[in-house]
């Protein structure tokens, strides 16, 4: 057995495609975003996101349309978009479905019920937020979820989690 410092399955660097490089250089904090009702509930993790100041307020991500996460955005119309610090590691990477979590990730943190959906207790940031298109457009192997923010909290920051050229990195401080 071998064990690589680089993932086995990746191309290298110079053969993937140059606007996946670029999005992956620019980096950001990891975002959480959950969705649910008595029918069920589901959360991933984004990283590709930006907030749009005005009045209203938006949120524009790009989520895979083929995760268990938009089809419950489809469904209730609504989600919780709170930011992840960095003690929630484990907890990102198992909504990203990159590590195991037996019985589903919700049963890795505490949750509370709010009328967005499930909002992980402790985050210091969070938004609720509405979908506003009824079928977000599709751009590559991703759609564009514009949706409007309708309650943002915000708690004194911890050490949030940064994610660029695919790997998290604390930030200096």
Same mark, same amino acid.
């Given at each position: 057995? %071998? ?6 399955? &990746? ?13 992956? @250089? ?18 991933? %993790? &984004? ?14 991500? #790009?989520?895979?349309?083929?995760? +268990?996460? !938009? ?6 119309? &609504?989600?919780?978009? =709170? ?5 929630? =590691? ?7 479905? =990159? ?13 509370? +019920? ?5 909002? #992980? ?8 937020? @509405?979908?506003? +298109? ?8 991703? *759609?564009?979820?514009?949706? *409007?923010?309708?309650? *943002? ?5 911890? *050490? ?6 695919? @790997? !998290? =990195?604390?930030?200096?401080?």
């Amino acid at each position: 057995m %071998t064990i690589h410092s680089s993932h086995p399955f &990746v191309p290298p660097e110079s053969e993937r495609e140059p606007a996946r490089r670029l999005r992956g @250089r620019v980096g950001g904090v990891v975002s959480l975003w959950t969705a649910g009702d008595a029918r069920g509930r589901a959360g991933l %993790t &984004v990283s590709s996101l930006m907030v749009a100041a005005g009045e209203p307020a938006h949120i524009l991500a #790009l989520l895979d349309p083929d995760s +268990d996460f !938009y089809e419950t955005l489809l469904r209730t119309r &609504v989600a919780v978009v =709170q930011l992840l610090d960095w003690e929630h =590691q484990r907890l990102a990477d198992a909504f990203a479905g =990159q590590f195991p979590a037996p019985g589903g990730p919700f049963r890795l943190a505490d949750w509370a +019920d709010t009328p967005w959906g499930p909002h #992980l207790v402790g985050a210091s940031t969070w938004a609720g937020v @509405r979908l506003v +298109d009824d079928e977000p457009a599709a751009y590559g192997w991703s *759609v564009l979820a514009d949706t *409007v923010i309708e309650s *943002v909290e915000i708690q004194p920051e911890g *050490v949030p989690l940064v994610h660029r050229r695919g @790997r !998290y =990195q604390k930030p200096p401080g």
